[in-house]
């Protein structure tokens, strides 16, 4: 079964730094999407990636998928406190719009 | 847009006892709806695919009799814990798909409902 792998799964880092999560997974995909969590909270979507595409950008997010890798990468730019979450991937393919999620990767951007 | 809520938002009862989860899409018609749990500092697990009209899918090593899934109308589908125990303690998170909506492919997730089973 495909399942979404990040790493790593924790980051922190200062605010104005850059972030960069990755995820791995192991089957082909329609898509790959990345949420965000913050504690005891619901996800929020924050990109969906096809997998015919290469690169995806939305505000301070930037993500990339290699298929031939079968990984995927989330950068976020200029981070700020209200950034610390966890954020996972979440792997769907076939015609039942299921989602498989990674671990998280838990990031904490210090003021 | 595409707004999905979950009540109550969190729950306190007694072992034995069953619990019902509402999830509802507020602004859209969902065919299809998502239940997940997710224990502490761990990713969520899709338990069952709620489908409008029609029995729930459930995922390997879910127990359909244990977490019962009515999806009754477009805009509501029910988890229902049965004869819950402490090891039922968990976030359930419920998702929801537009597929009328621009984004397809897109899950709106609810803001989770907290059980605690003593």
């Known amino acids: 079964s495909q399942q979404g792998e990040e790493d790593p799964q924790a980051l922190s880092i200062q605010e104005g730094e850059n972030a960069t999560m990755n995820c791995s997974y192991k089957t082909s995909i329609n898509n790959l999407q990345w949420y965000r969590q913050n504690s005891g909270r619901g996800l929020v979507h924050l990109i969906l990636?096809?997998?015919?595409?290469r690169e995806k950008h939305s505000g301070r997010l930037r993500v990339t998928l290699d298929t031939s890798k079968k990984s995927s990468s989330l950068l976020i730019t200029a981070s700020r406190a209200a950034d610390t979450a966890s954020y996972f991937c979440?792997?769907?393919?076939?015609?039942?719009?299921?989602?498989?999620f990674g671990k998280g990767t838990l990031l904490t951007v210090n003021p | 847009g595409a707004v999905v809520s979950q009540h109550p938002s969190w729950v306190i009862c007694k072992s034995g006892t069953s619990v019902k989860i509402e999830c509802r899409s507020l602004d859209f018609q969902a065919t299809t709806m998502f239940w997940y749990r997710q224990f502490p500092k761990q990713s969520l697990m899709l338990m069952a695919t709620?489908?409008?009209?029609?029995?729930?899918?459930?995922e390997q090593g879910v127990e359909k009799d244990k977490f019962l899934i009515n999806h009754a109308s477009l805009t509501l589908s029910t988890l229902t814990v049965t004869s819950a125990h402490p090891e039922d303690s968990s976030f359930y998170i419920c998702s929801a798909r537009d597929p009328f909506g621009t984004n397809t492919d897109t899950q709106y997730f609810g803001p989770g409902t907290r059980l605690t089973v003593l």
């Open positions: 990636i096809r997998s015919n595409e």
């Open positions: 709620s489908n409008e009209g029609s029995k729930a899918t459930y």
């Open positions: 979440a792997a769907s393919g076939g015609s039942n719009y299921k989602l498989t």
